[in-house]
């Protein structure tokens, strides 16, 4: 198993661990805090000297970066306090600082930048309440800044089939739902913390939901038209 595989597997185990123990008198609930407490461990020991996160053999990005702050702070722990605070702020600060000239939060160009903004713009979203003031103007900035750039890309013009999402590029002129979806949940958590962002943009972007539904399956395909996909449902 790759290091990758592993950084992506404790993030997910601890973001998804919840849903698991809602119930605490499940007597799976040691189980998973067990497996929660050794993935924070093993996620503390992978961060990089600079604050970030290597996901994959091309180096650090904004992606695996936002993952790993999101999953220290699904367990409980926020920024400059507990063991992890000074880890969970050097990631955020890390992510702030790879922001280019036209938002996009993005550490090095891949097929899919989209992805690592729009991960990278929900964490910023989920941290804003809970970073000292000092980091607070810059992560608002970086916020905002993040946000326009969403907007501005799904508001390009598309043919039918694909308006209201988005795709790997800021200038792309088709939508999948899977970019589409890390999108709109910057945009709710945006909104939820004062961000200004159009009701007919969350409006449209579910219209794109919709249409990627299939309907004999009760599942949602990539695109429209698309055959069910068990991973987008």
Known sequence: MTNCLRI??????VLTAGVVCADPRTPQEKQVDSAIARALDFLSRQQQPSGAWVIDSAGEETSGTALAVMAFMAAGHVPGEGPYGEQIERGIRWVVEHQEENGMIVARRSH??????GI?????AEVIGMVDEADAVAVRRALERGIKLILLSQALDKDRRHAGGWRYQADSRDSDLSVTGWQVMALRAAKDVGCDVPKESIDAAVEYVKACSVRDNRGFGYQPGNGQTPTLT
Do not use: C, E, F, Q
């Open 8 to 13: 992506l597997i404790a993030a997910v185990t």
């Open 112 to 117: 899919g930048p989209m992805y690592s903004h």
């Open 120 to 124: 990278s713009t929900l964490m910023l």
